[in-house]
């Protein structure tokens, strides 16, 4: 009796530390976060942080999984090159990565010995997976001599073809250090649009040599959501990420990195913002800003919230075997190289 209302206390009191973190948050378009919400969540918030400790394990969750994720279990929460870092960096002894196998790849990539989790197992990226290492090497051999530029939405076999791996907060900088007139950039076909138009802006022009697909959020949008946000909102701000048409970016107020957007919104004394991106980032800024209001059109990453409370905790407990990280040796190898060039021009 005296154990069940211990445990009845620990989860009541885990429910409000939730709550008092995702009160804010928008669980749909239409209702925000609430306190039975988070007395559902508690018990599994529990039990994943005390077999984390238990196991030296490390969680690092990307803003566009899930608010319970993010903020009741990840020790690390961000963008793809924030969580690379803190991936390269863990002395842990496992890494659990609640993202798309391209980033669970990346850090087993990067951490070879380690024991590397993906709550999802092989969720996919339709970005990452509109381009093979077979594609990269046939374009090189049709541009020889143009460096090759690999977005880190990208796998392990793509990056291995490539001479430096980027990011969407780095990509425009790298691009602008390396030598010659023309540059192979892949596989988002709409953010080599930006990218020649950024380094055109810039001053130091290139030809972007592009193949590969976009990003299934992203892509869907339209300069028209833009004009509607401005009508019907005045004086919003609108930021957009760079995986978007060119027509978009061209008129809204930042385009950036999902780092870049939180830090643009953070700085900013503009009370609404119109959100041009996947709806975690949404959820992240609502819990870090609640004096701030977000216009979201629309936009969800099916492949993110394929991570959850109860596939991190199966994945901790017993793994099966699509959510355990290997990478083909000779092509890890490879793709380190790519990936360690970033961090090196990124400096």
Not at 122 to 139: F, I, N, P, Y
Not at 169 to 194: R, S, T, W, Y
Not at 257 to 267: E, F, Q, R, W
Not at 317 to 327: K, N, S, Y
């Amino acid at each position: 009796m005296l154990e069940t209302l211990e445990k009845e206390v620990l989860i009541t009191e885990e429910a409000h530390r939730l709550y008092g973190l995702l009160k804010s948050v928008s669980k749909t378009k239409a209702a925000k976060w609430t306190l039975s919400d988070c007395l559902a969540a508690a018990p599994y918030t529990l039990a994943i942080n005390r077999f984390k400790k238990e196991q030296n394990a490390v969680i690092l969750a990307h803003s566009y999984t899930t608010p319970d994720l993010v903020y009741g279990v990840a020790d690390y929460r961000g963008d793809s090159y924030e969580l690379a870092l803190k991936a390269r960096d863990s002395q842990a002894d496992v890494i659990v990565f609640a993202g798309v196998w391209f980033m669970a790849e990346t850090a087993k990539i990067i951490n070879p010995g380690k024991k590397v989790l993906i709550p999802a197992g092989r969720a996919g990226c339709t970005l990452a997976d509109s381009m093979t290492g077979q594609d990269v090497e046939k374009l090189r051999a049709l541009h020889p001599g143009v460096p090759a530029l690999c977005y880190i939405n990208s796998t392990a076999d793509v990056k291995a073809q490539c001479d430096s791996c980027v990011t969407s907060g780095n990509v425009f900088d790298i691009a602008q250090k390396l030598p010659g007139d023309e540059l192979i950039f892949v596989p988002d076909m709409l953010m080599a649009q930006n990218l020649e138009a950024e380094l055109k802006r810039r001053g130091t022009p290139k030809k972007i040599i592009s193949s590969g697909g976009s990003c299934c959020v992203h892509d869907k949008y339209r300069p028209e959501q833009v004009e509607k946000l401005r009508a019907e909102h005045p004086g919003i701000k609108v930021v957009a990420h760079p995986e978007c048409p060119i027509e978009v970016c061209e008129k809204c107020d930042y385009v950036g990195s999902t780092k870049g957007m939180a830090a643009y919104v953070a700085a900013s004394d503009a009370k609404t913002f119109g959100m041009l991106t996947e709806f975690g980032l949404v959820n992240r800024l609502e819990a870090e800003h609640p004096d701030k209001q977000f216009i979201w059109p629309f936009g969800v990453c099916s492949y993110m919230k394929k991570n959850s409370l109860i596939n991190t905790l199966e994945a901790l407990l017993d793994p099966r075997p699509d959510q355990i990280v290997e990478v083909d040796a000779q092509v890890a190898a490879a793709a380190k190289k790519s990936i360690e060039k970033m961090f090196e021009l990124a400096k």
